[in-house]
C-alpha cells in the first residue's frame, strides 16, 4: 500500500531554517505531482508549495515566496521543502501528499486533488 512519510520538522527560532523530507513508497512517486500543506490550530489546511513529476514547475503560497524552496530526488523516492527565515506565522503541522500526474497551480491549492497524505511533522516557530 502507499505510505507517505514526512520529518524534519522541530522547534526553532524566528529567522532560523528547517528542511523537511517526504518519503512515498507503494507508488511510482516520479509520475506524480507531489505537494506541502499546512494547518494551523483552528484553521483550514492549506496548500504551501508543490512541485510537477519531474520538478521543473513548481507553486509556492505568496506569503512563503522567496523563503521556502519545494525539489525532489525521484531516485530516492523524496520530497523536500527548504523553509529559511522562518516567521511565527509559519507555526503548524505540515503535511506531505500524493498529487495528480497533471501539474496545474489550482491543484496545489486544493487539498482535495491529493489522494496520499502523510501524518504530518509540526513545525514551530518562537519570537
Known amino acids: 500500500q ?3 512519510v514526512e520529518s ?3 522547534l526553532v527560532q524566528t529567522g532560523g531554517s528547517l528542511r523537511l523530507s517526504c518519503t512515498a513508497s507503494g507508488l511510482a512517486f516520479s509520475d506524480y505531482t ?3 500543506f499546512r494547518q494551523a ?3 483550514e489546511r492549506d496548500g504551501v508549495s508543490c512541485i510537477s513529476w519531474g520538478g521543473h514547475r513548481t507553486y509556492y503560497e505568496d506569503s512563503v515566496k522567496g523563503r521556502f524552496t519545494v525539489s525532489r530526488d525521484n531516485a530516492k523516492n523524496t520530497l ?3 523553509m529559511n527565515s522562518l516567521k511565527p506565522e509559519d507555526t503548524a503541522m505540515y503535511y ?3 498529487g ?3 501539474f496545474d497551480s489550482k491543484y496545489c491549492v486544493s487539498p482535495g486533488s491529493f489522494g ?3 501524518q504530518g511533522t509540526q513545525v514551530t516557530v518562537s519570537s
Do not use: E, H, S, T
Open 2 to 4: 502507499v505510505q507517505v
Open 8 to 10: 524534519g520538522g522541530g
Open 34 to 36: 507531489m505537494g506541502w
Open 41 to 43: 490550530p483552528g484553521k
Open 80 to 82: 523536500y521543502l527548504q
Open 96 to 98: 506531505c501528499a500524493v
Open 100 to 102: 495528480p500526474r497533471i
Open 116 to 118: 496520499y497524505w502523510g
